[in-house]
């Protein structure tokens, strides 16, 4: 699944159209999720040969097992972050398990950032943070090509900054 605009089937035309996150975030969190628990079944094995009885070193495979399960969820968790651009607000959805849906209304943005840590700016990502009045409402949206996080910047800038003349 690429970034982009997603309308479902049957969604009337007042529906949000929905963008998902790009394939790069999820690259850089199986990259790290492999590196770390590789890194853990190797460190875990060669303990276990050198101060356990041989059939202790088996439990070294657990983290390979846990990196097969963590690569699913990973996945799962990639695909359920989307968002919304709609007249009055944006609309960020995330979650597997436990779904959660943020409203943001323009006029209520006091900052929107744009971040990126050193592994993120490897792997052309960036993030958008919103910032409103009740840190409770803070939202982000992770793992963005960095020309559209830009462009989301500004764009809810400009219609913050719209919004909140007319109160």
Do not use: K
């Not at 949000?16 to 850089?28: A, D, E, F, I």
């Not at 088996?58 to 990196?67: E, K, Q, R």
């Amino acid at each position: 699944m690429e970034t982009g605009s997603v309308r479902a089937e049957g969604n009337a035309p007042g529906e949000p159209v929905w963008t998902g996150l790009p394939p790069g975030l999820l690259r850089m969190r199986r990259l790290l999720l492999v590196v770390w628990l590789g890194l853990l079944a190797v460190v875990a094995g060669v303990l276990l040969a050198l101060f356990a009885p041989p059939g202790w070193a088996a439990l070294a495979v657990l983290p390979l097992v846990l990196a097969g399960w963590g690569w699913h969820m990973l996945g799962r968790n990639w695909r359920s972050w989307r968002y919304a651009e709609r007249a009055d607000d944006l609309l960020i959805s995330r979650g597997v398990l436990w779904r959660e849906e943020t409203v943001v209304p323009y006029g209520r943005m006091q900052l929107v950032e744009v971040t990126s840590g050193p592994l993120e700016r490897h792997f052309r990502l960036a993030g958008v943070q919103l910032h409103t009045a009740a840190a409770a409402t803070d939202a982000r949206i992770p793992g963005l090509d960095p020309a559209e996080a830009e462009r989301l910047r500004d764009r809810l800038t400009e219609l913050g900054e719209a919004r909140s003349a007319g109160l």
